[in-house]
């Protein structure tokens, strides 16, 4: 196992690798780390042009796998944009190869962000993955405005497709950007089963260095008021890596009531915009959620 860059943060909770980004507001980054699995509530609106200089814009672009049970590959994107003060942001070029335990396991869910201002983008953004063009269009959740398609509406694609996003902007709210990226290719990844020794790891490698595997670790201690705990990993996404026993050994231990195993593949792409910056945040993750 490769010894973790200092350069490195990774803030418990969150299931991204994160970049460090001045004026931090933990309020908010952990509101940024659960709008990975969807769209988050929303709780205050302005589309005004004065705010202080400390405060930033920012746009958060989400494209995660889905799969049928017939095996299809669905998408639903979906989006959010606000000014405000994060303490960081995914970076899938930032890996630290190695795991460390978190504690009581939270599954990923929408969340609201306290402390920021929303910005309306405009009357849709428009995701482009390989050759098929859809809308997003603005949607209102909790009186400010979001991005995403009709519940339950989701569009097929091939994982790995290059995705361009668009964003029209609007007076007050969010600039004109475009975005331009790649969807989180699908990979298959070798048992990882309980051991008393190192835990190998081989799955099918990335073909650059704008992703990262994460693996997370859930597991419930025998007892009748244990909840599950979780230990997470992250990898370069190059194919190859391995958990000591010292990592692992509270999973592997054979007194747990259940374990289960995930484990993403992470796409990351930054571009900046006038007064901020806008992030493409793209997923594969095995088991793969169903629409």
């Known amino acids: 196992m490769r010894a973790p860059p200092c350069a490195a ?30 769209v988050a509530l929303v709780t205050a609106c302005d589309t005004t042009g ?11 672009i989400y494209l995660n796998a889905l799969r049928t049970n017939a095996g299809e590959e669905r998408i639903a994107p979906n989006a959010q944009f606000f000014r405000g003060s994060v303490t960081s942001v995914p970076d899938a070029r930032i890996r630290t190869d190695s795991c460390f335990y978190v504690g009581d396991y939270t599954a990923p ?15 849709n953004i428009t995701t482009t993955i390989g050759a098929t063009a859809t809308p997003v269009p603005r949607m209102s959740t909790g009186g400010a405005p979001t991005y995403g398609l009709p519940t339950g509406t989701t569009v097929p694609y091939l994982p790995g497709d290059s995705a361009i996003v668009t964003i029209p902007g609007a007076d007050g709210g969010f600039p004109a950007s475009e975005i331009r990226g790649r969807t989180a290719e699908r990979f298959t990844i070798s048992a990882i089963d309980p ?4 835990i190998p790891l081989t799955w099918s490698a990335a073909t650059d260095n704008n992703s990262a595997l994460l693996v997370s670790l859930q ?21 190859v890596d391995s958990i000591p026993v010292r990592q692992h ?21 930054i571009v900046l915009v006038d007064g901020g910056a806008m992030e493409l945040i793209s997923t594969y993750q095995v088991p793969t959620p169903t629409p």
């Not at 869910?109 to 920021?116: A, D, H, L, N, P």
């Not at 051991?195 to 190192?198: G, I, K």
């Not at 050994?249 to 792409?269: E, F, K, Y």
Request: hydrophobic letters at 30%; glycine letters at 8%.
């Open 195 to 198: 051991s008393t020794q190192t």
């Open 9 to 38: 943060q990774i803030l418990s909770p969150s299931p991204l690798l994160l970049m460090s980004s001045p004026r931090p507001s933990r309020t908010v980054a952990r509101g940024l780390i659960a709008l990975v699995a969807g």
């Open 50 to 60: 004065s705010f202080s200089p400390s405060q930033q814009r920012w746009g958060f």
């Open 219 to 239: 597991y419930t201690p025998s007892g009748t008021s244990a909840r599950t705990q979780e230990i997470r990993c992250a990898f370069t996404d190059d194919g």
């Open 109 to 123: 869910s929408g969340s609201s962000i306290t402390g920021v201002t929303y910005l309306d983008a405009g009357a």
């Open 249 to 269: 050994q509270a999973w592997s231990a054979t007194t747990n009531v259940n374990r289960n195993v995930t484990v993403t593949r992470l796409r990351t792409s």
